[in-house]
């Protein structure tokens, strides 16, 4: 079964008094535990793909379904409750709350979604599967780029989500730190059979994973590798 089926989406904005197409006729089907690279130039179309992804927005034609379920169909309920229960999301500026130790911000999401998942050895566990249980107590000011990308990671998997999405997560990282996150994210994939789907700019990191894919002028095509 695809865990997420595009078919034939488009997606145009309007801005100014042209629309702006931003996606045009995208196709693909990601099964459980694929991990999909997706690179493009700025303003092709990756940001737009994710919100899609992640039933933010909604395409202006086509269909999109997460788990044989049809996006349009749901409430606004329902997608909240999809977002906080089935997708994790890590980006470029790792975005952790500053006032929060690592163990409240890897916490927030089961919170949030009033998960009756045992809370504090959940958190404890992806602390210790991520390496960072020791620093637990510690504030995100406290850690390195590449520790903050790995709390970032155990926040979004903490709730066992269907699909991870990441936004440029080695954007901000040297490329030894870059490639430790790479290497946590597909050990992520295959140990919770997780469908990870990566944007980036980088060609190196975008060679990683089973299924490679280009976005350019909204339209993606796959890249045999
Ligand atoms: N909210 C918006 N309003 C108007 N145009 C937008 C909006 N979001 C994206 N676009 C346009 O859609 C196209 C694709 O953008 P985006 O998906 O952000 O690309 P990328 O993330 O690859 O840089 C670009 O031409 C961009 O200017
Ligand atoms: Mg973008």
Partial sequence: MAIIQFIDVHKSYLSGAAPVTALQGVNLSFEAGDFVTIMG????????????????????????????????????????????????????????MPTLTIQENVELPLLLAHSSKTQGSRVQTLLEYVGLWDRAQSFPAELSGGEMQRVAIARALVHQPVILLADEPTGN????????????????????NTTVILVTHNPQIAACGNKHFEIRDGKLTPISS
């Fill in 41 to 96: 130039p700025s303003g092709g179309g990756k940001t737009t793909l994710l919100n899609l992804l992640a039933g933010l927005d909604l395409p202006d034609m086509g269909q999109i379904f997460l788990q044989d379920r049809k996006v349009s169909d749901l409430s606004d309920h329902d997608l909240t409750l999809l977002r906080r229960k089935e997708i994790g999301f890590v980006f470029q500026f790792f975005n952790l």
């Fill in 173 to 192: 990282l040297d490329s030894e730190n870059g490639q430790k996150i790479i290497e946590l994210m597909q050990r992520a994939a295959s140990d919770f």
